[in-house]
């Protein structure tokens, strides 16, 4: 059990871990008591509620502490399992706290935070599915095509190098994803080089051989 949604039931009796783990919200469970750290999701929650027990208590006003936060993680538990938090959300937002703190740089900071929402969560995914298969080498293609309406790999034997084909125009905006999507994914022994707009001329395949609508590189 990593969290308090999980194999959660109405007998469970909640309370807060004298020695809570940095890096796990609940452990330490035995029968129907979960010690949970509340600092990892919940801590702005438990230090308003701290504080105005503490203020109730210096008026000499009995309070059950004990019995408030274990009904406080039921409600909390069960609004877990309404709005479908998940594992797998829970490893994006740690994902999303990592690029935030500048562990993948500030160039990666910079370009993802100029996304979409949407655009943000396809990254934070393709992140997780990178480290989940070794970091896979066609993770930069698999990440790159749905980003752009039209996008294809190609491989210059002759001069060693790839070359990514995007159908889109070369605005900030999209060079800014395409960067992103570099220092996240790409092999940096490799060259590679962006081809915008306009695709070169390959021959045997006809929709790139249009004139007017071809480039020389």
Not at 77 to 99: S, T
Not at 118 to 125: A, C, P, Q, S
Not at 184 to 203: H, Q, R, S, T
Request: aromatic letters at 14%.
């Amino acid at each position: 059990m990593a969290h308090i949604w999980e194999n959660y039931n109405t007998s469970v009796d909640f309370s807060i871990s004298d020695k809570p783990c940095p890096y796990q919200e609940v452990y330490g469970a035995g029968g129907n008591f979960i010690s949970v750290n509340p600092c990892i999701r919940y801590y702005d929650i438990f230090e308003k509620i701290a504080g105005r027990i503490k203020q109730e208590q210096d008026k000499d006003v009995d309070i059950d502490y004990r019995g408030i936060v274990n009904i406080l993680f039921h409600v909390l538990a069960n609004i877990d399992r309404i709005k479908g938090f998940n594992k797998k959300f829970a490893v994006l937002q740690m994902i999303d706290d990592d690029i935030q703190s500048g562990r993948f740089g500030h160039k990666v900071k910079e370009n993802y935070n100029h996304l979409a929402l949407g655009e943000k969560y396809h990254i934070l995914r393709y992140i997780n599915i990178y480290y989940e298969n070794a970091q896979r080498r066609n993770v930069f293609y698999e990440a790159l095509k749905p980003l752009y309406s039209e996008a294809a790999l190609f491989y210059d034997r002759r001069e060693d190098k790839f070359l990514i084909y995007i159908a889109d125009e070369d605005s900030d905006y999209n060079k800014a994803k395409l960067d992103l999507l570099k220092n996240l994914f790409w092999d940096f022994n490799k060259k590679l080089e962006a081809v915008w707009k306009n695709c070169f001329g390959i021959v045997g395949v006809d929709k790139t051989m249009i004139i007017g609508e071809t480039q020389i590189i």
